[in-house]
């Protein structure tokens, strides 16, 4: 069941996009406190940099949302700063000139 903004039931009758859109809004201005993430495992935390630096490479990104990816990496950078090697590969994830086609 999908509530609007005052805990109130939308219906049974499908959302359309204008309506989905003003409900998230609604919802996002409602939610006061920062997320947090975590705890991931230090595995974890690697492998959502990598998916994070693969979704920034699709073509219609906007700045806005690399800009928000780069700080996602960037925090797990942060967090393996001892680690020359995880650095390096994270590194290898930025430059595109890296990937391997997947077959």
Known sequence: MILD???QPVGD???NQEQ???LMIAELQACDQPLILGPLAPLEALQLAG???LAARHPGLSDAHRAIAAAVVDTVREYFAG???????LDRGDDPSQDV???
């Open 101 to 103: 086609e997947q077959r």
């Open 51 to 53: 998916l994070v630096q």
């Open 13 to 15: 009758a499908p959302l």
């Open 20 to 22: 989905a859109v003003q």
């Open 5 to 7: 903004a005052h805990g």
């Open 83 to 89: 680690a020359r090697t995880i650095l390096e590969i």
